[in-house]
Nanobody, 122 residues
Framework: VQLQACGGGLVQAGGCLRL?????????????MGWFRQAPGKEREFVAT??????????AVYSDSVKGRFSISRDNANAVALQMNSLKPEDTAVYYC??????????????WGQGTQVTVSS
């Protein structure tokens, strides 16, 4: 199983970036997929998730710090994207794609991607 994230980079405050994550090795239709981030010197924190709610439907959940600025989408069972708008310097972090079976990512993940750096300059 592999989660491959891409799309990070350097952007000025107020700008936007889009992160993508593709999962392989199994079908992730019943998995929550989403994103965490870790800034230098800080613990890893939850950003957003698409939680499986049955069938082929997913529910989006966001942390308060990104609500209204970030938008998560489940492109298919094995792919998730994060559109980040109105970026702030405090959004600077390594962003990790994650997946968890049968539960919200707020309760933990089973698989992690390698991380992609997002840097927002002031």
């Amino acid at each position: 199983v592999q989660l491959q994230a891409c799309g990070g980079g350097l952007v000025q405050a107020g700008g936007c970036l889009r992160l993508s994550c593709a999962a392989s090795g199994r079908t992730f239709s019943r998995y929550a997929m989403g994103w965490f981030r870790q800034a230098p010197g800080k613990e890893r924190e939850f950003v957003a998730t698409t939680d499986w709610t049955g069938g082929s439907t997913y529910s989006a959940v966001y942390s308060d710090s990104v609500k209204g600025r970030f938008s998560i989408s489940r492109d298919n069972a094995n792919a998730v994207a994060l559109q980040m708008n109105s970026l702030k310097p405090e959004d600077t972090a390594v962003y990790y794609c994650a997946a968890g079976f049968g539960r919200s990512l707020l309760r933990g993940a089973d698989y992690w991607g390698q991380g992609t750096q997002v840097t927002v300059s002031s």
